[in-house]
């Protein structure tokens, strides 16, 4: 398959995980890709992951600093002219550890997630989406999580940041869908990455890997390249008429009540 052919794609993220999975698949489809970590150590290995023929730059970029996503926006458009796909995958689950009530939430936590989750996501569209308003052409995709749709599967800030990134998706797809800019987010449930790895690591540690995915309806834990479909399904022209939407991937995970107990 070759749906990106000719098209510049840049993909927040793109040093592990999620971002990963999703620069190595649009590059296997033809994009060139432009990738975006403040990992070079991540970068690195996702680059020793890329197809022999794949056509790519990375950049050392906080998503969290304007100036620095302003730079890296002028940069690209300088090399190519345009940007096609915008993937914002960067996230951060939370920086102390642990889900504590939010009585003892600490300002600082969120101010730091909500930096990287939400403003983020806000600042790779405010730099690029003018670009490609002036072409009346483009695909957004943002990475929220299920965390953003129900309690119970991330932290106070973590799942306000990700609510936040659900309904700007649908605010930006408002503003930008007269110029023919569509903008979606995907929505994962329980995946590995390094984000997650704790989780599968105590899970692993204590016998309880075999409950890992299990209050999914698939009855299992999904894996990025997973979630890295989705994100391309909805970039490309095959989703030319999807614009506004949250897309869980999370093997009907919030297809249900989900319950403790009711899954066996």
């Excluded at 794609?9 to 432009?34: D, Q």
């Excluded at 989406?129 to 072409?135: I, L, V």
Aim: net charge negative.
């Amino acid at each position: 398959m070759a749906r990106f052919d000719q098209r510049i794609a840049v993909v927040t993220g793109a040093g592990s995980g999620i971002g990963r999975a999703t620069a190595v698949r649009l590059a296997r489809e033809g994009a060139s890709v432009v990738m975006v970590d403040v990992s070079e150590a991540g970068l690195l290995e996702t680059e020793s992951a890329m197809p022999e023929d794949a056509r790519y730059q990375r950049h050392l970029v906080d998503v969290a600093d304007e100036s620095q996503v302003k730079d890296l926006v002028a940069e690209t458009m300088d090399t190519f002219g345009r940007i096609d796909v915008l993937c914002n995958i960067a996230g951060i689950a939370s920086t102390s550890g642990g889900h504590p009530p939010v009585t003892g939430n600490e300002r600082e936590e969120w101010d730091k997630v909500l930096a990287v989750n939400l403003i983020g996501t806000m600042l790779f569209i405010k730099h690029v989406a003018p670009h490609m308003q002036a072409r009346k052409l483009g695909a957004i995709v943002n990475t929220a999580s299920v965390a953003g749709i129900r309690s119970g599967a991330g932290g106070n800030a973590y799942s306000a940041s990700k609510a936040g990134v659900i309904n700007l998706t649908m605010t930006a797809a408002c503003d930008l869908g007269g110029d023919n800019v569509r903008v979606n987010a995907v929505c994962p449930g329980l995946v590995e990455t390094g984000m997650t790895r704790a989780v599968f690591d105590y899970a692993r540690a204590h016998e309880k890997a075999h409950k890992l995915g299990s209050r999914c309806e698939l009855r299992r834990y999904g894996n990025p390249e997973e979630i890295a479909a989705a994100i391309l399904f909805l970039a490309s022209d095959d989703a030319s008429y999807i614009t506004g939407q949250a897309l869980a991937v999370d093997g009907g995970n919030t297809a249900s009540l989900n319950l403790p107990g009711m899954k066996v």
